[in-house]
């Protein structure tokens, strides 16, 4: 028991230090560091650690971008039950990066991150809903997975939910506020 927390908490520290390496925050910029310690953190098994790793794969963020590398990263740590890891994965099977490309697979990954509380995985949703792209048209749900992506920050829900407000009665928009009011994240979902 005490060796998995162990290995957890080495897993946690060397993500945090690659974090500080990255960004500069109390030591000077290292990116060749914060690498070294993302690889570390996710060798660990660390969903940050994995996570980090991934954007950088993904971005081409001092390694060569590998999309293939990235995919790894990502599925890993969202079948830990990772929503920002799990909605990267879906991006990368919706535009086939890395793996083929694969809509069911990628709007499995996005919905289980939006479920969680991913904000970019939210306003995906809202837009589909909107629009009734791959679903049914509903304004209602529309607004309300705009509304929780928005109230976290995400600028395009701001613009999103403005521009769906527009075309909602004020009967929709009270209705889609009392199921904002009942919605509770899901917990993380481990997939085995």
Request: aromatic share 10%; net charge positive; with cysteine.
């Amino acid at each position: 028991m005490e060796a998995h927390l162990d290995r957890e908490r080495r897993g946690r520290a060397q993500n945090v230090l690659g974090k500080m390496y990255q960004s500069g925050d109390g030591i000077p910029h290292n990116f060749p560091e914060a690498v070294k310690c993302f690889r570390e953190a996710a060798e660990l098994g660390d969903v940050n650690g994995l996570y980090n790793l991934g954007r950088m794969y993904q971005r081409g963020t001092e390694v060569n971008r590998n999309y293939r590398e990235a995919e790894k990263c990502f599925r890993k740590a969202a079948l830990k039950g990772y929503d920002k890891a799990q909605y990267c994965l879906g991006v990368l099977c919706e535009k086939g990066m890395g793996v083929p490309q694969d809509i069911k697979e990628a709007e499995k990954w996005k919905f289980k991150a939006a479920q969680q509380g991913e904000a970019r995985a939210q306003n995906h949703y809202g837009v589909k809903y909107a629009k009734g792209e791959g679903v049914e048209k509903d304004f209602k749900v529309a607004y309300v997975w705009l509304h929780l992506a928005f109230m976290q920050g995400n600028k395009r829900a701001k613009k999103n939910i403005t521009i769906l407000a527009e075309k909602m009665s004020p009967e929709q928009i009270f209705d889609a506020k009392q199921m904002i009011a009942g919605w509770k994240p899901k917990a993380r979902d481990i997939v085995k």
